[in-house]
């Protein structure tokens, strides 16, 4: 156990603590607990093995403490140095007698206590009674009713309360990382900004390129095509001014041949 609460002292002053979470460090008794630990608000000491609660620190300002699954069958009155308790838990222990609840009754502030999964049988009245500022037993209130969220809520004020004051202890405050991350964003923009624009401005010119080069292919398959169109229709008027020269041709050497036989009877005759 002591080495546990050295480690989740992380180097503050017993003074410090606000809270401790020492579950399922094996102990069988209170070791390395001490008065120092004046400011604890939580404590936490689910299943260690705790068989004895003796050596308790007086610790005036806890208010709650979680101590089930253990082997206590008494000796609660190790408690009185806590008399701002508010929560405890004793679950799954071994008490089996009813007056061994009876040191309870020191606990002026007591509004939530846990007894379930322990030897002692038909206790719910008797606690209630014991206990007159006992709101919630097991969970439940006198008329069997849960614990709404609210109420849970206020329950759980204190914690959040004393994990403010611990991490105002420590120094730590979100807002600050907050903020560092926002002067790290402007400073990357402001660092990064115009190289990423300069880069997306160039693929933009990229892109532009692509876009002339593609155009310009069209226009050149678009002359080729117009140059192939203007071969084929002079080849077609060759074809068609030569066709009546060569008919004009046939028709001019029938007509010589039969000038020629003209002349020649002419020539008999005279």
């Known amino acids: 156990m002591e080495k546990r609460i050295e480690l989740e002292r992380r180097g503050q002053p017993p003074g410090s603590v606000f809270e401790l979470i020492l579950d399922n460090c094996r102990s069988t008794s209170i070791v390395g607990l001490t008065d120092e630990f004046s400011n604890l608000r939580t404590l936490s000491l689910i299943n260690i093995g705790l068989i004895s609660l003796r050596g308790f620190p007086v610790l005036p300002n806890l208010t ?37 609840l009876e040191p309870l009754q020191e606990f002026k502030h007591l509004k939530c206590l846990d007894l379930f999964a322990n030897k002692i049988e038909c206790y719910k009245e008797k606690v209630f009674d014991l206990l007159p500022s006992l709101a ?14 609210d109420e849970e809520e206020v329950n759980g004020n204190d914690d959040e309360g004393e994990s403010e004051e611990s991490s105002s202890s420590t120094g730590y405050d979100d807002s600050d990382e907050d903020l ?6 402007y400073d990357l923009e402001k660092v990064y900004g115009p190289d990423l624009k300069d880069d997306s401005d160039n693929e933009d010119y990229d892109g532009e390129g692509v876009e002339e080069e593609e155009d310009d ?3 050149d398959d678009d002359e080729e095509e117009e140059e192939e169109y203007a071969n084929v229709v002079d080849e077609e008027e060759e074809e068609e001014a030569a066709a009546p020269a060569s008919a004009s041709e046939e028709d001019a050497a029938p007509r010589g041949k039969k000038r020629k036989h003209e002349d020649a009877e002419e020539g008999q005759d005279v």
Not at 136 to 149: A, V, Y
């Open 217 to 219: 292919d069209d226009f």
């Open 180 to 185: 560092s991350i926002k002067n790290d964003d």
């Open 136 to 149: 919630f037993l097991d969970g439940l209130d006198r008329d069997d009713k849960e614990m709404n969220s």
């Open 64 to 100: 709650k403490i979680e101590l089930s699954d253990n082997r206590i069958s008494g000796g609660l009155y190790h408690l009185h140095g806590s008399p701002k308790l508010v929560h405890i838990n004793l679950g799954g222990n071994r008490i089996s007698e009813f007056e061994a």
